[in-house]
């Protein structure tokens, strides 16, 4: 059944559904009729990037599409591989001046601290916060501990904690997080260990948060996994991690990379260990294709494109692989300054803890769908 997990399944029952629904509804399949109803395809991050090419691929069935936080140039491979943690690294200062030197410093100094004076992985594991009894059996040496955990772990952290930035204030697991790697007072290993406790929190929330950090909770399910998956920001545990790094070794290739500007330890996104990584997960005759999408779809050039509007919180990490500008005047973009990733997505409308900018954005996102569909209205003639 792997061969249906694909976006081109996804869009194909979109539209399926779609169909479905407008004829239950009664609706004309033309738009010059009275009983035409038009289309509007609503995603943020990767349902956005759906959302949007419904409308790109599908034109004559799906009118206006709403793609918020979709990373376009994330699929298509165009954006520089360091950019994306470079930009988590630099709203960590916005969170909290000197942060992303007191990330830089506190990992490197873990990292020359457990080389130095550890052996063993299972006493390294108590050291840093986690529950060493449920501690994955494949991480043998303290060199594989810090590429799993330190090099791959921390950043994957701090990518939700940059998604999760907004509305931005000290409240913000982002900002808290900051604050734990500024605390002077504690030790490298003790502020990692802290970091680790508050992911803890934000996960499972302070009643249910467990003494210590149960790294099997972040294994995918599956053969030949590891905590460092296809997805550098993150790929998830269980069935569900599976489900998105097979998806993400396949299709949705995720260039991300951490440079020496970053503040975490630099190691570059390579596709060489992409490849050789889902093949050993998934087998060599699962297809590694990153730029299969694009070249079939064309997606990079958005010139003859109509009707779609994208949004991007400019906090967020992802906005450096969206489409934040645009020269086509069918097209409409609208960014937040104090955004993060499709932050005006709420699931309270009015949102009383809504910043200016994003109470700005929903009327004005009113208003260009409003006009988009007067002109889809206008076609009407009988």
């Not at 004076?117 to 916060?129: E, L, P, R």
């Not at 906005?319 to 997505?345: C, M, Q, R, W």
Request: with cysteine; aromatic share 12%; glycine share 8%.
């Amino acid at each position: 059944l792997v061969k249906y997990l694909s976006p081109d399944q996804a869009l194909a029952d979109t539209i399926d559904l779609i169909q479905y629904v407008r004829g239950e509804l009664g609706c004309s399949p033309d738009r010059t009729s009275s009983e035409y109803c038009p289309v509007i395809t609503f995603g943020g991050s990767y349902p956005g990037f759906l959302a949007v090419m419904l409308r790109f691929r599908f034109p004559d069935i799906v009118d206006i599409a709403y793609g918020s936080s979709a990373p376009l140039r994330l699929y298509s491979q165009e954006v520089d591989t360091d950019a994306y943690f470079d930009k988590v690294s630099e709203v960590a200062d916005i969170a909290s001046p000197g942060c992303s030197n007191a990330v830089r410093d506190t990992v490197f100094a873990v990292k020359d601290d457990l080389l130095a004076n550890y052996t063993s992985v299972h006493k390294a594991a108590k050291a840093t916060g986690f529950c060493a009894d449920t501690f994955p059996t494949y991480m043998r040496d303290i060199p594989e501990f810090i590429s799993e955990t330190v090099t791959y772990l921390v950043p994957a952290v701090f990518a939700d904690f940059n998604m999760a930035f907004y509305p931005p204030g000290p409240r913000t697991a982002l900002s808290r997080a900051c604050a734990i790697f500024q605390d002077q007072s504690k030790t490298p290993i003790e502020r990692l260990s802290s970091f680790f406790d508050l992911r803890g929190e934000v996960e499972y929330g302070s009643a249910h948060k467990p003494e210590c950090f149960d790294l099997s909770l972040e294994l995918p399910s599956g053969p030949n996994a590891r905590i460092r998956g296809s997805d550098n920001s993150g790929t998830g545990g269980g069935f569900t991690g599976e489900v998105w790094e097979f998806q993400c070794c396949k299709d949705l290739v995720i260039g991300t990379g951490y440079s020496e500007e970053s503040m975490f330890i630099p190691r570059h996104f390579s596709y060489k260990w992409h490849e050789k990584h889902c093949h050993e997960r998934f087998g060599p005759e699962v297809p590694v294709g990153p730029w299969r999408m694009v070249d079939q779809w064309g997606f990079n050039d958005l010139s003859h494109s109509s009707h779609i509007l994208f949004t991007n919180g400019l906090n967020d990490g992802w906005s450096t692989s969206s489409i934040t500008e645009t020269d086509n005047p069918n097209l409409a973009v609208i960014n937040f300054p104090n955004g993060a990733h499709h932050s005006e997505f709420s699931q309270t409308y009015p949102n009383p803890k809504d910043t200016e900018d994003v109470i700005e954005g929903y009327k004005t996102a009113t208003k260009i769908i409003g006009d988009w569909l007067d002109e889809i209205y206008s076609q009407r003639t009988h």
